[in-house]
Structure formats: C-alpha cells, structure tokens
C-alpha cells in the first residue's frame, strides 16, 4: 500500500500532473497520515474549492487515513534537520511510511530524494 502525501492528493483533486498515477494507487489502496488529510482540506478550503465534493471523491476509493501515533511523532522529530524543507506534515508522512513499510509517493521535489520517498511523475 503507497502512503501518498498531500501533494499528491491535491494532484489527483486538481487534475495535475501525476493524477492518473495517484488514482491506480488508490484503486489498488493507498494511506495518508490524518496531518496530510488536514493540510489537504486546508488547501482546498483556502481556494475556495468544495471540500465535501473533494472529502467525498478521496473516500470513494480505497484511502485509509492513519491517525497520527506516538512512535510517528517521534520518528518525524528524529528526522528533522534544519533546512532540510521537510515540514511537519512531511516527516509525518515519511514517517507513516516508515511504519508500514511502504513507499511515500510525493509531488514535492524538495524532499523526493528522502529514502523511501518516490517523486510523482
């Protein structure tokens, strides 16, 4: 199961680069940390977009939104370092990946050189 980040949910929402990629993972069943599902929700909201149309479209598939845990939090402190542009929604969702042992499928080339980390295309 992929972890996808918020980027790559707002590129299937958008119809961007990469969508048809992010929808087959959710076809075949993806996970998201609840903190990217917020910073999702967040950025549809802010651009005025239906965040019920959109809420409704993402669980139509097969998305499981994993609550944050203890050893989650604790593994997104571990993996921060100053400048590396990685926020904390990020190293959650690293860190989820961590946890399940899958791979983070992400739009955000700022940090898709991280292990375990596949840069969407």
Not at 17 to 39: I, M, P
Not at 69 to 96: F, P
Request: glycine share 6%; charged share 25%.
């Amino acid at each position: 199961m992929t972890v996808l980040d918020a980027s790559a949910l707002l590129a299937l929402l958008r119809n961007e680069r990469g969508a048809e990629r992010v929808r087959q993972e959710l076809l075949r069943g993806a996970a998201c940390s609840a903190a990217n599902w917020s910073e999702v929700a967040q950025k549809v909201r802010f651009a005025n977009e239906d965040w019920n149309a959109a809420s409704a479209l993402l669980l139509s598939f097969d998305l499981t939104v994993e609550p944050v845990t203890i050893a989650d939090a604790e593994r997104a402190a571990e993996i921060y370092s100053k400048g590396s542009g990685l926020s904390l929604a990020d190293r959650i969702c690293i860190a989820l990946g961590m946890r399940l042992g899958d791979t983070v499928l992400t739009s955000d080339k700022a940090w898709a050189e991280h292990p375990g980390v596949e840069l969407l295309r």
